[in-house]
């Protein structure tokens, strides 16, 4: 509870435009795009201008012992930005700031810049980060970096954490720290993130928060790539798609966006959103792999778009050609796979999580277990999202006005966590349904509660979200 000596100095911090306890607003920040999760409401909202702010802010809440939830776009989906009961949310998207390192192919953004704004001033410049989520008009790259994100472009470049060359961070205890090259003051700018000593950035990203809250984040930037072609490639066993997405990476084909779809799962998608993407109407094979491939230069193109129709015809494959598919995917961010949950009103939670290409089809089985078993609707979508890996994010579907089917959905996902984790698959986030029962992590997960409670021995940075600690 934020008694009114706490709010009095918060308001002297950030000046009155810049909190509120009004009812309406705390009802918005009590929830988020997660809409598979209960909300709850916050005692108040700090929208802070700068760093230093930050800090302050963070000294009140350590000091009165209130939890804190940073909160930037709002749009993750796994309940990971939901506040605590009685607690603070500190809002940053006031953090704004962008500057290019032209020398450096670096950038440095404030905590609140979106995907999408970053790209205009990137854009300018002809430069671009390879990885772009799907939310990207909404979603900021601190929250990311705070989730480590993935999306269209992490096929090829990985994760973001591959992107951030460094930090600013508040620790709980409001001290301010700056990773990476720029933790020195005389240097030019971000241009290497494993500088002095063990890796720190990495300890934020994919901390969602509990550790310190990001004020400002560093990242790579790349010259643009304009040279794009899209294409869809069948097959009628699994293993064939697998090894394709296997082969294509061993040869340096450079696919920024690559899925394999399940023929019934890729009927389901355009039956919804087909037409809308002007995707022909065919039979689909049992399985289909849709690619995006990039490249700086046209005739390194032309090169991998040979290789890859040779690769498929070498599997057994055959080139559909269709390039709707891709391209919608790949200019739109396509959201096809929350879009057709919101066209129909349907509310879901969704199981982020990393496979290997390889055994893809262990993840798709363990999904389709779990739907039938507890007679859910849903998907298997994912996409390949690095060296070696590879992302899904099943979506299991429930009418919000069925409150049967919403436990049904809650059960089925905390059983398919459990599933996955047997397969080999890991967490793209360490919500607190990924540790529940897996035993076999028991060590990690008191290696991080070491690391929490030293940095943050009062549990007030957003307690409860990083695998339940
Ligand atoms: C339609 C749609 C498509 C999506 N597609 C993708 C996709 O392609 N790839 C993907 O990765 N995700 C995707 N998402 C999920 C979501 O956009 C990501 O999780 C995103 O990174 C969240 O960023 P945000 O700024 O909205 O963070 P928030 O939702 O505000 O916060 C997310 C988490 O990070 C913490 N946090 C936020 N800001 C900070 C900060 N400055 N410092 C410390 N902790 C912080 C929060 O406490 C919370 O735990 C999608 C969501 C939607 C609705």
Redesign the pocket.
């Known amino acids: 509870m934020l008694n009114e000596e706490a709010i009095k100095r918060l308001t002297e911090i950030v000046g009155s435009d810049y909190i509120s306890t009004r009812e309406d607003v705390l009802l918005t920040y009590s929830a988020?795009?997660s809409i598979g999760y209960d909300a709850t409401r916050p005692d108040a909202v700090v929208r802070p201008e700068s760093t230093e702010e930050v800090s302050e802010i963070v000294k009140v809440a350590r000091k009165y012992k209130i939890p804190i939830?940073?909160?930037?776009?709002?749009?993750?989906?796994q309940g990971?930005?939901i506040p605590s009961e009685g607690g603070l949310v500190v809002e940053?998207l006031r953090l704004n700031k962008v500057k290019i390192f032209d020398d450096l192919r670096s950038i440095r953004v404030g905590?609140g810049v979106t995907f999408g704004s970053l790209d205009k001033h990137l854009g300018k410049k002809d430069l671009w980060i390879p990885i772009y989520?799907?939310?990207s008009l909404?979603?900021?790259v601190?929250?990311?970096v705070?989730?480590n994100?993935?999306?269209p472009g992490s096929s090829a470049f990985g994760s973001i954490a591959e992107m951030v060359l460094g930090l600013e961070v508040v620790l709980p205890d409001g001290t301010i720290v700056q990773t990476g090259t720029e933790a020195n003051p005389h240097a030019p700018g971000p241009f290497l993130r494993y500088a002095f000593g063990p890796d720190i950035t990495g300890l934020f990203i994919g901390s969602?928060?509990s550790l310190g809250?990001?004020t400002a984040v560093s990242l790579k930037v790349f010259k643009r790539i304009h040279n794009f072609h899209y294409g869809t490639y069948g097959f009628n066993k699994q293993e064939q798609a697998e090894k394709f997405l296997v082969e294509l990476k061993q040869q340096g084909i450079q696919g920024l966006f690559v899925s394999i779809y399940e023929g019934r799962i890729l009927g389901f998608f355009l039956d919804m959103l087909g037409d809308e993407y002007g995707i022909p109407k065919r039979e689909w094979p049992e399985f289909t792999v849709s690619l995006t491939l990039g490249r700086l230069r046209e005739d390194q193109l032309q090169s991998d778009v040979n290789l890859t129709a040779k690769i498929c015809d070498d599997l057994g494959g055959n080139v559909i050609g269709i390039p709707e598919l891709p391209k919608g995917e790949w200019e739109d961010r396509m959201?096809t796979f929350?879009r057709s949950s919101y066209a129909h009103g349907w509310w879901w939670r969704i199981l982020y999580h990393h496979q290997t290409p390889a055994n893809w089809h262990m993840s798709v089985q363990e999904i389709w277990k779990v739907m039938d078993k507890h007679g859910l609707l849903g998907h298997t979508a994912g996409f390949q999202s690095g060296h070696s890996s590879y992302n899904f994010y099943p979506h299991l579907y429930f009418d919000p006005e069925d409150p049967d089917e919403e436990q049904r959905v809650r059960d089925a996902h905390a059983e398919l966590s459990k599933r996955l984790f047997k397969t080999g698959a890991v967490p793209f986030k360490l919500a607190p349904y990924w540790v529940d029962g897996v035993e076999e992590m028991e060590s990690y997960m008191r290696f991080i509660k070491v690391l929490k409670s030293s940095l943050d021995p009062d549990n007030i940075m957003?307690p409860g979200?990083l695998g339940g600690i």
């Open positions: 988020s795009a939830t940073p909160r930037s776009g709002g749009s993750s989906l990971e930005v940053l905590a989520p799907e939310s909404v979603c900021t601190a929250g990311n705070a989730v994100g993935a999306g969602l928060g809250i990001i959201r929350a957003h979200v």
